[in-house]
């Protein structure tokens, strides 16, 4: 793996806001950002259109090595068309979950989700992206908060895009989904043990960006942690 460019790994639950922390940690680095979650739900995004069932693996595997997608300027094309709100939908997001227990599924986004590492570096965030799909990743962080915390911040969420959403219906769906990506068998959603853990149940985005970017200070400049 010497000389490929460095990666920072963010991996952790639903609505945890990984996403919005990787990113700014992206921005501040200067460097790529991959929402690997993105795939997924692209994939169940497909499905649900086609009328694909998302418990049927063989033709998932195949959307998922034939997606058609592509990013930029904020926006996300999927066959040609805008889905970048779509995608964020609760939908997506549950139907992602589901095509994402398949192991031939998470085999047939791997080489699309190594090629975003580009230099000067890549802050990747998901569920495997420490475990699986970058082991070789200098700072591996498990970015959570409570269940609650995390439905009350993806309600405010859903509120302000002004798509519908109950609070109860929202914990319910992230229970649920939390159980899921963390007892299936392939790439469990786990806190490794080359982790470190971040609570941010009582903590703002600015605090988890600027821990995130200490300890990645710390590994630079080899200093120990
Ligand atoms: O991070 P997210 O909510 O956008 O992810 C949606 C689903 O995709 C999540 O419930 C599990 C799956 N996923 C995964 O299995 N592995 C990843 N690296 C990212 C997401």
Redesign the pocket.
Known sequence: MMGLPPVIAIDGP??SGK?TVAALVADALGFHYL????L??LVALAALRRAISLDDEQPLVQLAEQLDVRFGQGNVWLAGEIVTDAMRSEAA?NG??LV?RFPAVRDALQDRLRAFRQPPGLVA?????GSV?FPDAILKIFLTASVEVRADRRYKQLIEKGMGATLDNLLEDLRQ?DLR?STRAV?PLVCQPDAVLLDTSHMGIAEAVSFVLSQWQAKVSGSAL
């Open positions: 639903s609505a996403g929402d690997s979650g993105a997924y739900r997001g992602a979950s994402a965030d998901g569920r495997d992206m799909v989904r990506d790439a």
